[in-house]
């Protein structure tokens, strides 16, 4: 069935029926179905949001992803920018759709399916939202609103001289999903099947942030969305500072390196500094904390912040030119 068939708010009412629940999410006043929601938010407690934009043929190519996944994914990397910002509880969400005039309702139900799907494992509530025809392919916009205690926010502003850099979990993965998608390859078995899911299901960090943020020894931290690279300068420019990177500390998936014994022009040196969609963490805090820190699975330390506004890259102690940046829309 068509989308033209059941009509905007034949598709709302089938949205609220199917994702709105019967149940109201705590605090929720007004649910989907008006102009706008409300809610209460606990006292004491902070609003924190955010907003993601993924577009086909930007972000995401309809032949390489299914709309399960795909909704999935728009939601887990709001989840992670929420992550980034320490102990935050997600609530509501949002959700804006543009989509074409044959868009079947199924790719909508499994679209929703998958958001639902990961925003449950972290008890949020999708509220309401705006869907509208789009001429130019599959748009989805999704709208995060949590809290937070203000003393349990972090922020990329913080890092001071002298910290530890860290990472959470391995780098590169995604980049490498995307290279197999890129050559034709869209399923397989063993590493090709670990790469290809690290790109369309990646897992926001939201347990170990709160775990991070309950040390009370992090001084600044960011997701790794647009790669580990961009992170670093976001982090050095905001705290007034600089990073050294030793290079060959950055963990790389064994999985990752499969990939490159496979494919000689896959580089997992530039796919975990430079490849992005990994939406794992990256954080500082002061050498005193690394006793502590390594307790904790998944973490690895990686380098040290300098003076200067710089991130400076090293392989077995010699200086590595970093040429590319990672991803950048304009």
Not at 24 to 35: E, F, N, P, Q
Not at 73 to 89: E, F, P, T
Request: charged share 20%; glycine share 12%.
């Amino acid at each position: 069935m068509l989308l033209s068939s059941l009509g905007e708010f034949g598709l709302i009412d089938r949205i609220r029926n199917r994702f709105g629940g019967r149940r109201r999410a705590k605090g929720l006043v007004i649910g989907m179905g008006d102009d706008a929601f409300a809610a209460r938010l606990s006292v004491g407690h902070l609003l924190v949001s955010t907003n993601d934009i993924l577009i086909e043929n930007t972000h995401f190519r309809r032949d390489w992803i299914s709309p399960f996944d795909l909704g999935y994914k728009a939601m887990a990397v709001n989840l992670s920018d929420l992550a980034a910002m320490g102990k935050c509880k997600p609530l509501y969400a949002l959700i804006g759709l543009g989509l074409p005039e044959d868009t079947t309702v199924d790719y909508v139900d499994k679209l929703y399916t998958g958001m639902n799907k990961i925003g449950g494992y972290f008890g949020l509530k999708i509220v309401g939202g705006d869907t509208v025809l789009s001429t130019k392919g599959v748009v989805i916009s999704v709208t995060l609103i949590g809290e937070a205690m203000q003393e349990h926010l972090l922020t990329r502003a913080g890092a001071q001289l002298g910290d530890k850099i860290y990472v959470t979990g391995t780098l590169g993965d995604s980049a490498g999903g995307l290279y197999l998608l890129q050559k034709g390859i869209r399923q397989g078995r063993g590493y090709i099947d670990c790469l290809l899911s690290r790109h369309r299901l990646p897992e926001p960090r939201l347990s170990l942030a709160a775990r991070l943020t309950a040390t009370r020894q992090v001084t600044s931290m960011i997701d790794s969305s647009d790669g580990l690279n961009v992170s670093l300068r976001l982090i050095a420019e905001a705290s007034g500072v600089g990073a050294r990177i030793d290079i060959e500390k950055v963990p790389v998936s064994r999985a990752l390196r499969q990939l490159a014994n496979k494919f000689k022009d896959a580089d997992p040196l530039d796919f975990s500094i430079t490849g992005g969609e990994d939406y794992e963490l990256v954080f500082t805090a002061p050498p005193s904390a690394a006793k502590k820190l390594s307790r904790m699975a998944g973490i690895t330390a990686i380098g040290t912040i300098t003076a200067g506004r710089h991130v400076d890259y090293y392989l077995n102690g010699t200086p590595k030119k970093i040429t590319t940046g990672g991803y950048r829309h304009f």
